[in-house]
């Protein structure tokens, strides 16, 4: 029984990773569950300047899920290089740092600024739902650019994060492909809000946010099982992923990695129970390598 | 001082009784390590269930803590709260805890003169701080909409405080605000600037305090409650505004200077 996966230069001992903003940058969990045990830890997104992120309220619970505006609040580059990433190496995980920016020469400074030790491949966030703006994954050409310049100056393996706001999230998924892309990432969080009845205004400071969480799950499976079809590079799954069984499926559906998110909050150990419970299925069942049934729901693909 | 290890567990409960009409009390039983490391304002993430709806946990604050166990008291809100309140004795709840920074008791000495401010279901916590409280154990000031509505007046009473209340509608007390109240109390007090003072309540008793005490030049101790998402602070959910930035009720806090936050 093997669930080693390879994604360009990136090799994770089992399918199982952290989706980022849930995981912060593992320090917490690392003093609940073993990070040895988990594939890697994607961290939560940096920006090449310190951001504030957006006014409270930020998250608001609904029906199996919640909707975040955090606004990808964070340090900034030169932080993560001199006080996370030491703490990171101690894992004894695989690090994906997650990335955004906002123009072509924060693309630029994050590739290079991140060419060091320590950084085992990047996650470029090109959706983010909470930047009172357009997103980059709903505009091709913009994508397209993004994707290039973060390709052309970096030398770690590329996994681009799709957004699940779109028409056709498997046309974004092929122009990521296309520029050089060595993964995608999918899904992001869902456009959405909720009002506060007592207050007669939007529950969140920012008016709308991402929604996460078990709610999406199906959702995000379709999108998944789609792209599928669409590309030849493999699959980061996420989109409200509980247990291994929802972890199963999107492997099912074409995912070669799943990603833990919103459910980190509610259970502290999932992303090590989804790791042994992928293991345990493959044992049971007699299956030797997890690429066997990657995309085993779909019909033959050439 | 080294750093606490976040501990995740399950805990039996021991009792789970009405104590007011929507109001309940908690007794859960605790391991030795959680008792050692627990400090008054801190507070436990609970999953109150096995499904996914509700989905995130309820953060309650720890309100006493007894030899083997410590009590938390919630008021029936929502979905959360109502499946907990279901919960019955000797079954387990799978806790994320002690957490946050609680208060500080740095200047816990003997003859320090303490004036704890609570604003209805504020006054919970405070009780683990008057436990904790060397002599004099203090003036409580608890303040609420009616007589029905004072929470845990004979429990600070019991620990040695001294206890007076308002209520907005006069049946207990002065009539009018908890702050009200504090400002006829500081004004008699000598020595102002000695007291240690201490608060929990909504957002507006916070806010109108704040006025009161910078008019006097004072500051206080305030535990701050929010909406959390991971409770450990790495989601940044529950981010307040403060004086230097946003910070996390759940990991900064849910203990600020009153000055700092606002």
């Known amino acids: 029984m093997n669930s080693k996966i390879k994604i360009a230069k990136l090799e994770l001992r089992n399918p199982v990773v952290t989706a980022s903003g849930t995981f912060g940058y593992g320090k917490e969990f690392s003093e609940i569950i073993d990070l040895k045990d988990i594939g890697a830890v994607i961290t939560k997104t940096i920006t090449v300047y310190p951001r504030e992120g957006n006014p409270a309220p930020r998250i608001v619970e609904t029906p199996s899920g919640m909707i975040n505006s955090i606004g990808l609040e964070n340090k900034g580059l030169d932080d993560f290089l001199k006080n996370k990433l030491c703490s990171l190496k101690k894992f004894k995980t695989k690090v994906i740092v997650s990335i955004a920016g906002f123009c072509n020469e924060d693309f630029i400074a994050l590739s290079k600024g991140l060419n060091v030790a320590g950084v085992d491949a990047l996650e470029l966030n090109l959706s983010c739902p909470n930047l009172n703006k357009k997103i980059i994954a709903q505009n091709k050409k913009l994508t397209s650019q993004a994707v290039y310049l973060v390709r052309k100056y970096s030398k770690k393996t590329l996994i681009v994060k799709l957004s699940p706001n779109v028409s056709d999230i498997a046309e974004f998924a092929s122009v990521a492909e296309d520029c050089g892309a060595d993964a995608v990432s999918l899904v992001n969080t869902f456009y959405a809000m909720a009002i506060d009845i007592g207050r007669k205004k939007p529950a969140l400071g920012n008016i709308i946010g991402g929604l996460s969480g078990p709610a999406i799950k199906p959702i995000a499976l379709k999108m998944v099982f789609d792209v599928f079809k669409k590309v030849k590079i493999p699959i980061i799954a996420s989109g409200g992923i509980a247990d291994v069984k929802d972890a199963l499926e999107f492997i099912m559906a074409g995912a070669s990695v799943v990603s833990a998110g919103s459910i980190n909050f509610v259970n502290t150990t999932s992303c090590v129970e989804i790791a042994k419970g992928i293991n345990r299925y493959l044992d049971k069942n007699k299956i030797k390598t997890l690429k066997q049934i990657i995309g085993c729901a779909h019909e033959k693909k050439n | ?262």
């Open chain 2, 1 to 262: 001082m080294p750093e606490m290890k976040i501990i995740n567990k399950k805990y039996r409960v021991l009792e789970n009784k009405k104590i007011a009409s929507n109001r309940f009390m908690m007794k859960l039983a605790v391991c030795k390590s959680f008792l050692k490391i627990c400090k008054p304002g801190q507070f436990i993430h609970i999953k109150v269930s096995d499904s996914l709806d509700p989905f995130l946990r309820r953060p309650i604050s720890i309100h006493k803590v007894n030899a083997s166990s410590i009590d938390i008291i919630y008021d029936v809100k929502g979905k959360g709260t109502t499946i907990l309140s279901s919960k019955k004795k000797n079954s387990f709840l799978d806790i994320v805890g002690p957490l946050g920074n609680g208060f500080n008791l740095n200047n816990n000495k003997n003859k320090i003169p303490k004036i704890l401010i609570a604003g209805g279901m504020g006054a919970a916590p405070l009780v683990f701080l008057a436990q904790r409280f060397k002599k004099p154990k203090g003036l409580v000031l608890i303040g609420a909409r009616t007589k029905k509505e004072v929470v845990c007046k004979h429990e600070f009473k019991k620990i040695g405080c001294s206890v007076k209340i308002a209520t907005d509608d006069g049946t207990e007390g002065i009539k009018g605000s908890v702050v009200e109240l504090f400002k006829r109390v500081i004004t008699s007090v000598e020595n102002k600037a000695k007291v240690e003072i201490f608060a929990c309540g909504p957002e507006v008793m916070l806010k109108s305090l704040k006025n009161i005490l910078k008019a006097n030049r004072l500051d206080a101790q305030v535990s701050l409650e929010n909406f959390m998402g991971c409770g450990i602070g790495v989601c940044l959910g529950c981010a307040v505004k403060t004086e230097s930035g946003y910070k996390r009720v759940c990991k900064d806090g849910p203990v600020f200077k009153l000055s700092e936050v606002f």
